[in-house]
């Protein structure tokens, strides 16, 4: 009997020790507060993605696209001696890598206000357009000759390496050295014209021989 | 990337943040800090998401960060009163008789279950509070707590014999 009234005092001392209420906001507080961090971590993260192999997704569509106009240009070309329609696949698929490329070049230049200092684009982004850069260069290869094409491809292939290449966590002295580089090689400028290569790319071998 | 038997992660946040900072706050004694824990709780179960199948295992996961930082809290703290006692020359010491007065008010007898909450080592302190206001079964605390159930059982009667000896002069005037 005094065991159990023991017990009833016990708990009723012990029930006397209330958890205060944390607010009707709360869970909207804890949600924001999460927000923020969840945003850096993913922006971290993405920092360190780019080490790592870029998706095979995107690899694969800008060998597909390479694929078919190799294909088209021979069949083609056997036919009715046209490789320019090869050409023009290919140049499809440079104006849509140079689009993207500008975009993510835009965005680490004009960071979101809210996005200062943090990583604008994942690894397998930049890892992409890295891969894309190669291929379309050696896809282009002696045809492109010394244009304004191929500058523009070996500066952007420059500084996408050295993005990939940057630290795990980049400081903002990094992504002020990044951006530097991408202003002093006028490189938004020179995407933002050549969305659209047709115009300057070489003459297509083809035409010779018409 | 969530499994398709896991709630999206912002609904996961809304239904356990409140569980989260209660117990934490039970084990840590400052809504500030439970706060902070149940944040970080959540933030690690984020990290770990994809490993997640259900909205159960979710739950049981973050309900184990959150015991395990708010235990690692009250250690640390501990550590820290240590040193602060040892440098201090007439440190504040829990008062050993009661006002009878002031007895009868509930936040000082809060207060003074907190002092003796403070006696408990950090893992005694998470299975006691777990098991009374918690309501947890012994297998839950032990999960919650990466122990054993006897290691449990046996923390959880130590600490009631702690908190009974602290309490005593209350539980004079609590029958």
Known sequence: ?210 | MTRPGLSPYRDLVAAHARSLFRVAYRIVGTAHDAEDIAQEALFRSYRQLSSYETDQHFAASVHRIASNLAIDHVRKRKRWKTQELDADVAPELPATTVDPARSLASDEIGARVERALDLLTAKERAAFTLRHYEGCSMREIADLTESTVNTTKNRVFRAVQKMRGALAPLLENAR
Not at chain 1, 31 to 51: H, K, M, N, P, T
Not at chain 1, 123 to 142: H, K, M, Y
Not at chain 1, 190 to 195: A, E, F, I, K, Q
């Open chain 1, 1 to 210: 009997m005094n065991d159990t009234r023991d017990d009833d005092a016990f708990a009723r001392v012990l029930d006397r020790l209330e958890v205060p209420e944390p607010g009707p906001e709360f869970e909207t507080r804890m949600q924001a507060r999460l927000a923020d961090r969840i945003r850096e971590y993913e922006s971290r993260r993405g920092w360190r993605r780019w080490f790592g192999p870029a998706p095979l997704t995107a690899i694969a569509s800008v060998a597909a696209v390479l694929l078919v106009g190799f294909l088209v240009g021979w069949r083609l070309g056997r036919e009715s001696g046209a490789p320019e329609v090869r050409d023009r696949i290919i140049f499809v698929a440079v104006g849509d890598h140079l689009e993207r490329s500008e975009r993510l070049l835009f965005e680490i230049v004009n960071p979101p206000e809210d996005a200062v200092g943090s990583v604008p684009a994942s690894r397998e982004r930049v890892g992409a357009l890295v891969t894309e850069n190669r291929i379309l260069r050696a896809s282009l290869g002696d045809d492109a000759g010394r244009t304004s094409l191929s500058e523009l491809l070996e500066d952007l292939e420059t500084v996408l390496v050295e993005i990939a290449n940057g630290p795990d966590e980049p400081s903002p002295a990094d992504w002020a050295r990044v951006k530097r580089r991408i202003e002093k090689r006028g490189l938004l400028l020179r995407l933002h014209v050549l969305d659209d290569p047709a115009p300057v790319l070489p003459k297509p071998t083809g035409l010779d021989r018409t």
